[in-house]
């Protein structure tokens, strides 16, 4: 099981608007870790209720990501 502060960098790298960093993060994930960031970082995206900066950064990730 991830730790917190596993974690925590996981979205840091995943939000950091690095698009070569998103991909290798993402392309370590399983399947099932893929699936479930994808779909958060979709939610990120375009629910409201997201900080500005917290929706753009998930665009970005999803860009990098082919998505």
């Given at each position: 099981?991830?730790?917190?502060?596993?974690?925590?960098?996981?979205?840091?790298?995943?939000?950091?608007?690095?698009?070569?960093?998103?991909?290798?993060?993402?392309?370590?994930?399983?399947?099932?870790?893929?699936?479930?960031?994808?779909?958060?970082?979709?939610?990120?995206a375009?629910?409201?209720?997201?900080?500005?900066?917290?929706?753009?950064?998930?665009?970005?990730?999803?860009?990098?990501?082919?998505?």
């Amino acid at each position: 099981m991830a730790t917190t502060d596993d974690l925590d960098t996981l979205w840091d790298q995943l939000l950091s608007r690095d698009m070569a960093c998103i991909q290798v993060v993402f392309s370590a994930l399983t399947p099932a870790e893929q699936a479930a960031v994808l779909s958060h970082l979709q939610r990120m995206a375009t629910e409201s209720g997201w900080h500005t900066e917290q929706s753009r950064s998930a665009q970005i990730a999803l860009q990098a990501l082919g998505e």
